[in-house]
T-cell receptor
Framework: SQQGEEDPQALSIQEGENATMNCSYKTSINNLQWYRQNSGRGLVHLIL?????REKHSGRLRVTLDTSKKSSSLLITASRAADTASYFC????????????FGRGTQLTVWP | DTGVSQNPRHKITKRGQNVTFRCDPISEHNRLYWYRQTLGQGPEFLTY????????KSRLLSDRFSAERPKGSFSTLEIQRTEQGDSAMYLCASSSELFQPLEQYFGPGTRLTVT
């Protein structure tokens, strides 16, 4: 079953704007990961945030985690047309085996 | 390069036929995962290997599905007597237990269409 729920389901913005996507989950976690998927392709790992971290940055990406609310957000600053993709959050539900539970994703479209 | 590779990339088969997919993980990764993704959904876990041992299987993996990783390197996923509901993208991922937390590296996937 799906673990996370991303919202919005779809987001359409202009190049240069910021894009914010949210993820909620239901169980305790060790870490939460964000992945990107271009149409019809495999997933690319973007960033991982541990349960004891509140914020993490990587280039134009900023991820926050609020374990009390069981939610995370992914911010992409100064978006580019090449950022057009589906974005998924994934959690481990507290397991250390590595199995990931994905949400349904947010489809981001960035118009040039 | 040494990313995760999957073959074939696309497979069209008729209902009732058997199909087999192959995954070659990153060479130093001892963990290998199979996921299935249908249109508009996130990937769903199917099964997981640590070295050659299959340690976990999802309820999604019916008895028509079998996965192997004979020498702890590449893995195969076979679907017998395919059904139209098996049409999906089959994704393979690998990771190394030496690095915690476990970031998974995904292959490009095999898209299966059952007609």
């Amino acid at each position: 079953s799906q673990q996370g729920e991303e919202d919005p389901q779809a987001l359409s913005i202009q190049e240069g704007e910021n894009a914010t996507m949210n993820c909620s989950y239901k169980t305790s976690i060790n870490n939460l990961q964000w992945y990107r998927q271009n149409s019809g392709r495999g997933l690319v790992h973007l960033i991982l945030i541990r349960s004891n971290e509140r914020e993490k940055h990587s280039g134009r990406l900023r991820v926050t985690l609020d374990t009390s609310k069981k939610s995370s957000s992914l911010l992409i600053t100064a978006s580019r047309a090449a950022d057009t993709a589906s974005y998924f959050c994934a959690t481990d539900r507290g397991s250390t085996l590595g199995r990931l539970y994905f949400g349904r994703g947010t489809q981001l479209t960035v118009w040039p | 390069d040494t990313g995760v590779s999957q073959n074939p990339r696309h497979k069209i088969t008729k209902r009732g036929q058997n199909v087999t997919f192959r995954c070659d993980p990153i060479s130093e990764h001892n963990r290998l995962y199979w996921y299935r993704q249908t249109l508009g959904q996130g990937p769903e876990f199917l099964t997981y290997f640590q070295n050659e041992a299959q340690l976990e299987k999802s309820r999604l993996l019916s008895d028509r599905f079998s996965a192997e990783r004979p020498k702890g390197s590449f893995s195969t996923l076979e679907i017998q007597r395919t059904e139209q509901g098996d049409s999906a993208m089959y994704l393979c991922a690998s990771s190394s237990e030496l690095f915690q937390p476990l970031e998974q590296y995904f292959g490009p996937g095999t898209r299966l269409t059952v007609t």
